[in-house]
């Protein structure tokens, strides 16, 4: 057999037909059993063997990827990837420092190692392995029937290994994940010791991780910067990163005295070198402009000696999250800031995410803001849509999928929007820590027509302002629908809504222009028909929730009983009542009108769950592990 | 090219692989642009086409095709039909008398021309063709991208034309309908004139009915008849068959004095000759012992005439519906007949469907016993599961899939049941007019084990007693759940549970042995539950349900102001509120204990539906229409 030169890496190209005369065939392990070939279809059996070693590194440039995301919080892995939407294919490139016996990377619904689409880099002691595999609900790993993750180029770098590996968005096996333009949660493992096969591997005996990014990102071209185009930082000022796993830094800033108006047009993140992985999300806020001063805080959010006044530094001026990418308005839109009207007071809020309680390690991350005294066409705003923060709105415990939903009516539209209507272009969908999906959808005479904004696999730990990928147009009459699905398994109470962090939210905070005058467009079921409720349960159940006027609505649902009927009551009251409609310029001002016992919107048509078209005409491929050769241990 | 000899019809061998030396291939529409084939399989295009022209008719022996129907009033279609469980294949002979321009046959749902997966034979007036097709929404005719109705044979007869064809019981194409072992609603239409394409075929523009049948018939081995079987027929006494679309005949008649007791061991129907399409079902009851005698009534069910005591004939010895063959029972078991305890008496009452009007037919159609007087092991019995017959049971107005459960819970089965435990080898399930799909599932320590029987195409016009494919054996402590899902969409009112053709039923009869003395196993909502539900009906909704003692439950359901709480609050009701259970030896004596306000069985764990295990790697097969030579016009 012909053997293949050792030496640098080979990018294997991606079509297997012309394979044949470009790569080393290898004997492999004994054959698996070939499937047998249905009356109308021929099996192929094909499978790829790659032979590279390389001593040398060769970064490819930075645009064959334009996406990076440290995998780990010790930055031993990196992900870079590139997406091709003609062809529905992502390129990865995986990077390992200090390669032991092999790695796993891959996908699951919501970052656990089970039930994970994933590749395996292997080695046995003697010979190394490359497959798409899936590990089962109890962890183990198993090769994929199916191989759709396809190795490209495995290379020794100075300081470990770089796999390059692509796959199509959509696979049509059911053992993969399905790469949606939502939230994705990434998962990692590291082997440190050879295994015989893949099936002795388990997850749950490995060093393992996750990591939340949208792979799928919006690729609008992005518009040229005008020549007057100024930068301010608003950075963290030299912060000591806390040991401990969460930190909100809050520090307050502010606008030169006399900064006139202003477009925001375009904002990136700033990190300090080496805090890559501890700098979690970012956001910038503007402060409220009926207080003349802002008192200058700088340290964790929930610090006691935070003054209260910061409560009212909420009107969010930038927001980025790990793995975003500079952020663009529209050609024809800016973010106005600056100039009478409004508060020259910014608070900086930095999420320090230090799970390995990393000390001493300094910070000074920040967001640079893009800006032009020209000012664009029209003003961008930002219109919150979803649920009113009040208990009126509750999930009861021990549900996995409860599903609040909060409304912008017709009748708020109607006033609230110009006649040409209102272009949204960005979202930032947001609840607290039970909130698990997110989705907001227009409605037209009373038919479901679009997804404005959707994200199954939703975290309330990754939150990001994302450019739509393609622009909504809402016009007067037009119903936006918000719905949250909840998980409260771990409660043994009720979960209201509020402010608080164990109460919970559903919004939707999206980006749109011309700004309007409606800051708010937002429901809750009508308080009457929930007292109706109360005094159902007690009359169904003898029960003594207490229904006089002294007692909460949060100690109402505290002292329901949650059995089956009256946590369907409750499903059947939030889909039946009323709602009160919060249709306002800003959170205090409504628009004129009558917003009580308003009723819902009728909803004829709803739109479906997109079915990815999986061809019934696929063969059955033969499925063994691509034998790779590498030169195992610290490089 | 080789030209096909005309004369007899050639059968078509099953294998596409051992085709290429016996058919004539012959020259094809233009082809179809074919599939790309993905990167890991390869397209296969096969497809045949068959010239076959016979002037002579050579019918295959009975054994080849043991099942048959009239799928047309006129008998101008009719089909036979064989099963290969081991390849899960089912070849069907369709013979047409009379042809015009073309035929169609397929399934559907529930006998809609729309959305059905048919075959077509059809002539543009020049060249014939057959294919694969399926019709959309609207009724008209597509031709389905994989062709799974094989064609094997085409053939002129006397009279008209007779096809052969097979398919598998699971084609895996989303446009096909899944033969599963419950009804199956074959439709069929008849083509007066050629067609330019199939695509220019509506449904709407033709002559079209449908049939109800159990295709895949369980196919348990027949007992062998004892030396000393005896046959009793009993027969309708020459009836002139109303012209009407429905009519229920009922004759009484009676076993010979003195008649001992014996075992029936099987049965099945005598059909008079040229009403095979009219005899649409026939039961044999038994009459109730307590009374010594009883009318000897002959005509139609609903006559005023008919006497009051006939309803005292209740008790199913023996029932059949179209398409059924012979009722065999266990070998160690049958229904015992005859003797002291015993009502002489029996009612026949045979079902004649005459949507065409005929007049003048006469029939003596009947039930022919086959009856020992040695008397096997076992008494076979049956047993009444499901919903007790009161209206306490509703299903709303205007629903298209409303669920009641009714159950036979573990405390019943426990007191009832011998140790050894029940043996159920046949079931018949029954509704009134709004039933869709009926399912008994097996539930034991909290788990659902096993499906009794399913019917997901259930129809109230179709109930036969059907042979079960797997005996199942049911013990003490075993809980049994009949769910039954109803349409209620032309409905105004409430549908209440009762004994009236427009109030509902929830049973399946099952046979089973060794007889027990448990005759009925079913339960209802407790009614103090349901005066709660009214109660919160009207609290909520500030309605007006009479609540008063004098209301019957038919009233208050019918005063319901139907809105989504109303309804939803219906269905959790039935899902939470304890039951009263019917745990009775005959309809009037309970077993004792205490039976109001049990408990719902609680259930952990339930079966999933069954999903047919498609192979991912199909090929893509070319689809055209396969070429057919037939001489048009009548034969």
Redesign the interface.
């Known amino acids: 057999m012909y053997k293949c030169p050792s030496g640098a890496g080979v990018l294997i190209p991606a ?3 012309h394979l044949t005369h470009q790569h080393c065939w290898n004997s492999l392990p004994s054959p698996s059993v070939r ?1 047998a ?8 059996a ?1 499978f790829l063997v790659i032979l590279v070693a390389a001593l040398q590194s060769s970064e490819p440039p930075e645009s064959l990827f334009p996406y990076h995301i440290p995998l780990d919080p010790d930055g031993i892995l990196e992900l870079s990837w590139n997406i091709s939407y003609v062809q529905k294919i992502i390129h990865f490139q995986l990077q390992v420092q200090g390669l032991r016996a092999g790695v796993l990377f891959g996908m699951s619904d919501r970052g656990e190692m089970e039930n994970a689409d994933l590749i395996m880099l292997w080695t046995d002691g003697n010979r190394s392995y490359f497959a798409d595999a899936w590990s089962d609900q109890k962890g183990q790993i198993h090769l994929d ?3 759709d993750y396809q190795l490209l180029q495995v290379q020794r770098t100075s300081d470990g290994l770089s796999l390059l590996f692509k796959r199509p968005f959509v696979t ?2 059911p053992k993969d994940y399905l790469i949606e333009d939502d939230t994705v949660h990434l998962v990692y493992g590291i082997l440190e010791e050879p295994f015989q096969s893949l099936e002795a591997i388990n997850t749950s005996g490995l060093h393992t991780g996750l990591q939340r990014v949208q792979l799928l990102k919006s690729e609008v071209p992005t518009p040229a910067m005008p020549a007057d185009v100024q930068t301010m930082e608003i950075r963290a000022p030299d912060v000591l990163i806390p040991d401990n796993e969460t930190t909100y830094w809050c520090y307050v800033t502010e606008l030169p005295p006399g900064f006139s108006r202003h477009h925001i047009i375009m904002y990136e993140a700033v990190i300090t070198e080496g805090n890559e992985a501890l700098v979690h999300h970012m956001e910038v806020f503007q402060c409220a402009a009926k207080f003349k001063s802002f008192p200058h805080f700088n340290g964790p959010c929930d610090s006691k000696m935070k003054p209260d006044r910061l409560n009212y530094c909420r009107h969010v001026l930038a927001a980025w999250a790990l793995g975003a990418k500079a952020f663009y308005y529209p050609e024809e839109a800016g973010v106005a800031f600056g100039g009478l009207g409004s508060s020259r007071y910014l608070r900086l809020e930095v999420h320090y995410h230090n799970p390995r309680n990393i000390q001493g390690r300094r910070d000074s991350s920040g967001i640079r803001l893009y800006y032009t005294a020209t000012l664009r066409q029209f003003n961008a705003g930002i219109m919150e849509l979803g649920l009113v923060y009040t208990p009126v709105m509750a999930i009861p415990p021990q549900e996995t999928a409860f599903v609040l939903t909060g409304y912008c009516t017709d009748k708020c539209t109607m006033l609230a929007l110009p006649p040409s209507g209102i272009r949204i272009f960005a979202s930032q969908l947001h609840t607290h820590l039970t909130g698990r999906k997110v989705i907001t959808v227009l409605a037209r005479d009373g038919q479901e027509r679009k997804v404005v904004n959707r994200d199954n696999h939703y975290s309330p730990h990754f939150q990001e302002i994302r450019m739509l990928k393609e622009v909504v147009s809402v016009f007067p009459g037009d119903v936006l629908i918000t719905s949250c699905t909840y998980n409260t398994e771990d409660k043994k109470l009720a979960t209201v809504g509020g402010f608080g962090i164990l109460e919970e939210m559903c919004v939707n905070y999206v980006h749109y222009y011309p700004q309007t005058e409606l800051e708010l467009c937002k429901s809750a079921v009508n308080d009457g028909y929930l007292q ?1 409720y109360f ?2 349960v007690n ?2 159940n003898n029960e003594e929730v207490c229904t006089c006027p002294q007692a909460s609505v949060t100690e109402q649902f505290t002292s329901v009983p949650w ?3 009256n946590r ?2 409750l ?3 939030y ?3 009323p709602i009160s409609m919060h249709c306002n310029k800003t959170s205090a001002v409504r628009f004129q009108g009558e917003w009580n016992l308003q009723p819902l919107p009728e909803i004829t048509s709803t739109l479906k769950d997109p079915t990815p078209n999986c ?7 033969r499925t063994n592990p691509t034998t790779v050769s590498i030169s195992w241990g610290r490089g």
Chains 1, 2 share one sequence.
């Open positions: 079509m297997q037909a499937e070939a249905s009356m109308y279809s021929t099996a192929v094909i029937a199916q191989q049509c096996d109706k005094h159902q009359s169904f059995n089956s009927y369907d009551m499903k059947a009251l889909r039946f009542a061809p019934t005409g696929r063969a059955v491929s």
